[in-house]
């Protein structure tokens, strides 16, 4: 499944059978709604399809909107008990403590993975 690339939301490709999403570039959606709704249903049928779900994240950027988005859509998949991969730019802090406060506030463990 894909949802493809625009200048406001990021690449989203799954592998159904595999349970495996990646997430990549910057969420600045105009409907934020929307846009983790269709992420929530690949999601959803990932984790039917498969045991063992893995997200991977590599964002460029997310706005505040789309910062209380994603910690919504952390809590509804962290019952599945996915496998969280959080990619960051080697000078990018921001985006890597961004990570860390969601593994934080979730109390879930996340793998922060240095590009």
Not at 42 to 55: F, G, H, V, W
Not at 66 to 91: C, D, G
Not at 95 to 112: P, R, T, V, W
């Amino acid at each position: 499944m894909l949802i493809p690339q625009t200048n406001n939301t990021p690449l989203v490709v799954a592998s159904i059978s595999e349970g495996v999403i990646s997430i990549k570039g910057k969420i600045i959606p105009e409907n934020p709604d929307e846009f983790f709704h269709q992420l929530e249903l690949i999601t959803q049928k990932c984790a039917e399809s498969s045991q063992n779900l893995k997200i991977n994240l590599q964002l460029d950027y997310f706005n505040t909107p789309s910062s209380k988005m994603l910690a919504r859509y952390f809590r509804k998949v962290i019952a599945k008990n996915p496998e969280i991969n959080w990619y960051f730019e080697k000078n990018d802090e921001e985006i890597k403590e961004a990570g860390e406060d969601y593994a934080s506030l979730l109390n879930f463990k996340f793998n922060f993975i240095e590009n």
